[in-house]
């Protein structure tokens, strides 16, 4: 208690001291009141989300298929004359020019024949003069007979063998004639047979592999056998195999981009060709216990996209590998999201996401999807790029992520 003379002369001064006194002991009071709240009471941790921007760029919807590259035009150049081949003017790699000489077989016999029909034609030529004279000398005898026998000079017998022996003459010749014929197809045939020593390149390519080596032997009588192979590459072909699962959904004229082993970073743009309208198997044998046609099976069916690509540096070579992707739809400049985002989908279409506040606080949001693939979806309303939605819980799998109930959380881990 303070003295009633003091209290009196100095009023101001001591209600301040023991005003601050209470303070600091009610303060006292509060802050141990929060801290046992804190130690006997706490509060639950909030859950961590991970989250995702909606960001602006394309979006392609695509199949994938494997494929190889092979020649636009690939023949097997063969020989129709048996012999030894002489001289082989070409070697691996060479690009060669439609009508080039590429090859030459030993044409001895060849020669020969020709030689040998051009002496039957000559000489059926001779024996065709030899005939015409005859045939004429017994025309002017029948024309004598014929006038004796007017005057009756002659007997009909000799008017009869006169006339027998022209008409003979003149078959003689017509036979001749047929032969000479005859023999000029043999000397025609034996020309080709010879040119057939010489094998030139039926169109431009480049020479992709040498069968037949310089001094061997071929035998065209029993099959054609092959010289060289040669290929057209300035344009390549690649044959992608369509699983029949995504086949109904390609179609010619799509765009395709396809990578190869070597270059995984650059992209080749074209467009799909064709289609075959069967897949390889339809090649074996029907009667082949294996066939397709012998019943069901259990192989997967593959039908060949055919796709083209100019090829004027000749990187693509034969039998490399493409990985190719068929576009079935695409969009530019949209609004991205993770596909994960998504939750369910509504009658009217519409899909349930978590979007993040400026604060932190997950909220739900009806959006409009587009286009959709198995990683990203492309927003058309409710939602403005740079916004973060929430695409799973930290320390979670992360799945579903927007098919739960719109919870408000403080805290979020931005990808």
Excluded: C
Excluded at 113 to 125: G, P, V, Y
Excluded at 144 to 172: K, P
Excluded at 239 to 256: F, L, M, N, P, Y
Excluded at 370 to 375: D, E, W
């Amino acid at each position: 208690m303070l003295p009633k003379n003091k209290l009196l002369k100095y009023p101001l001064k001591y209600a301040i001291k023991y005003s601050l006194k209470y303070i600091l002991l009610a303060a006292l009071l509060i802050t141990a009141a929060a801290g046992a709240k804190i130690v006997f009471f706490p509060s639950p941790a909030a859950p961590l989300y991970l989250s995702a921007a909606a960001t602006v760029g394309d979006l392609q919807d695509t199949v994938l298929a494997s494929g190889a590259v092979k020649a636009f035009k690939q023949i097997s150049v063969g020989a129709q004359a048996s012999g030894q081949i002489k001289v082989l003017h070409v070697a691996l790699g060479d690009r060669v020019r439609q009508g080039q000489l590429i090859a030459e077989i030993d044409a001895m016999t060849q020669h020969n024949a020709l030689r040998s029909a051009q002496a039957d034609l000559a000489n059926i030529r001779a024996q065709l003069r030899a005939a015409l004279a005859t045939a004429k000398q017994a025309e002017l005898a029948f024309q004598r007979q014929q006038t004796m026998f007017a005057q009756d000079a002659s007997s009909r017998e000799d008017y009869e063998l006169a006339e027998a022996a022209m008409n003979s003459g003149h078959a003689n010749v017509a036979a001749l004639s047929t032969q000479i014929g005859k023999s000029t197809i043999a000397v025609d045939t034996a020309k080709v047979t010879l040119n057939y020593a010489k094998i030139l390149a039926p169109m431009d390519g480049v020479v992709v592999a040498i069968v037949a080596q310089q001094g061997q032997t071929v035998n065209a009588n029993q099959a054609t056998p092959t010289i060289i192979k040669l290929a057209r590459m300035d344009t390549v072909t690649i044959k992608t195999q369509i699983s029949e699962a995504d086949v109904t959904r390609v179609k010619a004229g799509q765009k395709v981009f396809f990578t190869i082993l070597g270059e995984p970073d650059r992209r080749y743009n074209t467009t799909l060709r064709a289609i075959e309208p069967a897949p390889d198997s339809i090649l074996q044998d029907e009667s082949s216990p294996n066939s397709a046609g012998s019943g069901a099976t259990t192989a997967a069916i593959y039908y060949n996209g055919l796709l083209d690509m100019p090829n004027q540096d000749g990187k693509l070579r034969i039998a490399m590998t493409a990985q190719v992707n068929i576009v079935l739809n695409e969009v530019k400049q949209a609004i991205l999201i993770p596909a994960t985002a998504l939750g369910k989908r509504d009658q009217d279409g519409r899909y349930t996401v978590r979007v993040l506040s400026k604060d932190g606080w997950a909220e739900t949001r009806k959006i409009k999807v587009g286009l959709r693939t198995t990683a990203n979806a492309e927003v058309l309303e409710g939602l403005a790029a740079g916004e973060k939605v929430v695409t799973g819980e930290a320390g979670g799998d992360g799945a579903g992520a927007g098919a739960g109930a719109g919870g408000r959380s403080s805290m979020s881990i931005g990808l």
